[in-house]
């Protein structure tokens, strides 16, 4: 079992940054692919970005060059940096953990956390 934590998100002005963090439970944590998906009022659950020691790392095209995943083992935890942030980026962000470590489709993915709302206002 796997428990995931987020945090860090919050209010901000477009062109501004926020790093979410995400808190893991678990001794193997390591072997995890994490990812990070957003879901905007309205929408589907959509992939931001993943991790793994496997695949590296990998963006969705409308991230790509503004958001940087990033991974600490020996906290367990992953992290979303976020900059250049856009009011289309508003959306509630999920870490996930999967053990498919290609996957970009949320049902590939185990466990889930609760989320953390990111409001970016124009």
């Known amino acids: 079992q796997v428990q995931l934590v987020e945090s860090g998100g919050g209010l901000v002005q477009a062109g501004g940054s926020l790093r979410l963090s995400c808190a893991a439970s678990?001794?193997?944590?390591?072997?995890?692919?994490m990812g990070w998906f957003r879901r905007a009022p309205g929408k589907e659950r959509d992939f931001v970005a993943r991790?793994?020691?496997?695949?590296?790392?990998y963006y969705a095209d409308s991230v790509k060059g503004r958001f940087t995943i990033s991974r600490d083992n020996a906290k367990n935890t992953v992290y979303l940096q976020m900059n250049s942030l856009k009011p289309e980026d508003t959306a509630v962000y999920y870490c996930?953990?999967?053990?498919?470590?290609?996957?970009?489709?949320?049902?590939?993915?185990?466990?889930w956390g609760q989320g953390t709302q990111v409001t970016v206002s124009s």
């Open positions: 996930a953990a999967a053990s498919v470590h290609w996957s970009t489709h949320p049902d590939e993915y185990d466990y």
């Open positions: 678990g001794r193997t944590f390591s072997s995890y692919a």
């Open positions: 991790i793994s020691w496997v695949a590296g790392s």
